[in-house]
T-cell receptor
Framework: AQKITQTQPGMFVQEKEAVTLDCTYD???????LFWYKQPSSGEMIFLIY??????QNATEGRYSLNFQKARKSANLVISASQLGDSAMYFC???????????FGTGTSLTVIP | DSGVTQTPKHLITATGQRVTLRCSPR?????VYWYQQSLDQGLQFLIQ???????AKGNILERFSAQQFPDLHSELNLSSLELGDSALYFC?????????????FGPGTRLTVL
């Protein structure tokens, strides 16, 4: 089974609108971390936001927020007020406390339309 | 700028050759991770070192090896190169080694095997 599933290969959003990028994960480890990264066309991987499995509140970082639904094993990224510079690939990732493996999803390509 | 540096930025070599990729982690970070990103395999975790010791292994081929030196920089050695080894190789670093530690990525080394 895939550890991280991103079901949206491509998404489009109008500038200034909000967009949600989906991510579901699979783990039996009670302690894990969930991460979102952005990869623009230039290639670098930019850390956006982190959510710990024991965190009670959803993480927020500026225009980024993480909709964490533990029972459903989902960790969707919400980008508010989209900007043209948000056009990029977005990767969801998970690290379990056991095994030290770090798993990435296949990514979602986001295009912001002016 | 994440603070993680990687050299070289680009590398072009021939099949059968051996190359070394170098990574310097962010100041104060003890863990270094190596990843391979290719079009067909996506982003794959290769190996992790923590304070000089190997901590976790992912999908790393036997032709590949890595080490972390006392000054905490790391090198990834790729030998007997094949066309399929052409990819973007990322190094990332984190302060500690836990599931909740955020990894910060370097700009990557783009390897082309001809």
């Amino acid at each position: 089974a895939q550890k991280i599933t991103q079901t949206q290969p491509g998404m489009f959003v109008q500038e200034k609108e909000a967009v949600t990028l989906d991510c579901t994960y699979d783990t039996s480890d009670p302690s894990y971390g969930l991460f979102w990264y952005k990869q623009p066309s230039s290639g670098e991987m930019i850390f956006l936001i982190y959510q710990g499995s024991y965190d009670q509140q959803n993480a927020t970082e500026g225009r980024y927020s993480l909709n964490f639904q533990k029972a459903r094993k989902s960790a969707n990224l919400v980008i508010s007020a989209s900007q043209l510079g948000d056009s990029a690939m977005y990767f969801c990732a998970m690290r379990e406390s056991t095994g030290n493996q770090f798993y990435f999803g296949t990514g979602t390509s986001l295009t912001v339309i002016p | 700028d994440s603070g993680v540096t990687q050299t070289p930025k680009h590398l072009i070599t021939a099949t059968g050759q051996r190359v070394t990729l170098r990574c310097s982690p962010r100041s104060g970070d003890l863990s270094v991770y190596w990843y391979q990103q290719s079009l067909d395999q996506g982003l794959q975790f290769l190996i992790q070192y923590y304070n000089g010791e190997e901590r976790a292994k992912g999908n790393i081929l036997e032709r590949f090896s890595a080490q972390q030196f006392p000054d905490l920089h790391s090198e990834l050695n790729l030998s007997s190169l094949e066309l399929g080894d052409s990819a973007l190789y990322f190094c990332a670093s984190s302060y500690q080694d836990g599931a909740t530690d955020t990894q910060y990525f370097g700009p990557g080394t783009r390897l082309t095997v001809l």
